[in-house]
């Protein structure tokens, strides 16, 4: 990825320079979008949708390829940027402690952290060092309206 933080910017400028917007937070009847303990944000997992469609269905190692998972979970982890925003008073008072990825995979496929990187290249790029992470990307079976990628996160109010 190329180096895009610069000083003056905004983690707002950064996400648009990369084409990207944070989308609106919905509501949700069953679950809230976050929970706030202590100083910890938990971020409900996020799928790679856009205006409630998903972008994406299938499973790596049978119908979805690795760019195309990358891409879905840019935008999963930009969906938890919102979340993570709305929460803590906008985009650059945001900072990324965790982030643990599914992705839908056969048994045998074994890049999930390849996915993943993708998700974790894009925070750093737009949070800089509030954007450096510890990380979990593991395998599943199957995800949320047969979803290739789900993200959920942990942040804190920089």
């Known amino acids: ?19 990207m917007e944070l989308p609106a937070v919905g509501e949700n009847t069953k679950y809230v979008n976050h929970r706030r303990v202590d100083s910890s944000i ?6 790679p949708d856009k ?8 499973t790596l190692g049978h119908d979805v390829d690795i760019e195309t998972a990358r891409e879905l979970a840019r935008h999963a982890v930009v969906n ?15 900072r990324i402690v965790q982030m643990l990825v599914f992705v839908a995979s056969t048994p045998e496929f074994g890049q ?4 993943a990187d993708a ?5 750093i790029d737009v949070l800089g060092e509030n954007g450096r ?7 599943v079976a199957s995800l949320p ?11 804190s109010a920089a």
């Open 1 to 19: 990825m190329a180096e895009i933080h610069t000083r003056s910017s905004s983690a707002t400028e950064r996400l648009q320079a990369l084409g």
């Open 42 to 47: 938990h971020v409900a997992g996020q799928l």
């Open 51 to 58: 205006d409630g469609e998903l972008l994406a269905q299938g």
């Open 80 to 94: 938890c940027l919102a979340v993570a925003a709305d929460a803590v008073g906008g985009l650059d008072k945001v």
């Open 112 to 115: 999930q952290s390849t996915v």
């Open 119 to 123: 998700a974790s290249d894009l925070l």
């Open 133 to 139: 992470h510890a990380r979990t990307a593991i395998g």
């Open 145 to 155: 309206r047969t979803s290739p990628v789900e993200i959920q996160m942990v942040c």
